[in-house]
């Protein structure tokens, strides 16, 4: 079985990419919808993160503004929340959604969540990982002699890291927002008509952590059985 273009395994993760083609686009298109709504409280996202924090007694972390679009997230280590501009500077509902999300994740870190702490550990093995995984694979599956096998498996194991930490990115990401919507609906801060908008601009971001989950997986078992048929 040839492993170039024409690899019938590739039929395999199509499904997933396909989803993941319609999630980055569903979430651009809601995003775009939503940040030319101006909230009503005429707060930024940054400022919002700022009034999040505030009222949950967080005070060590601070905001910080960012190139690029939807590059917002928030670094533990550095204990800094950085939103992209448009979200830093702008009084949108998606700009606020956006803040609050990842004010979520700092409420997570300040409550010791478990999955936020399995993700950071898993992150620094699965980027290695990602990186060396399908290199590996590729030189034991193309020059297959009985001395070079080890090195698909050794290519399959690290990418199981990758995938798990795709998989357990998944929970960290929903309750992340959920805790954001709370934040927005209890506080006050936003009419229920606009917690309506930032629900649907987090849905639709959350779209993208699951159909990149649901391409790891199928990406594993695409190598699984690219594996099997060299035995």
Partial sequence: MPFGFFDPTYLMVLPALIFAMWAQWKVQHTYQEYSRIRA???LTGSQMAKAIMDRNGIQDVTIEEVGGMLSDHFDP???AV????????EPS???IAVGAHE???VLQHAQGYFPLGIRSAVAPVASIGSMLAFPLFFIGFIFHRPGLSWLMDLGILFFTGAVLFQVVTLPVEFNASKRALVQLTE???LAP?????AKKVLDA???TYVAAAAMAALQLLRLLVLRNSRD
């Fill in 103 to 105: 004010v979520g994740h």
């Fill in 77 to 79: 280590r550095a204990k």
């Fill in 187 to 189: 506080s006050g801060a």
């Fill in 82 to 89: 950085r939103l992209s501009s448009a979200n830093f500077r």
């Fill in 193 to 197: 008509d606009e917690v309506r908008g």
């Fill in 40 to 42: 009503a409280n005429g």
């Fill in 93 to 95: 509902l998606a700009a």
């Fill in 205 to 207: 971001a959350a779209l």
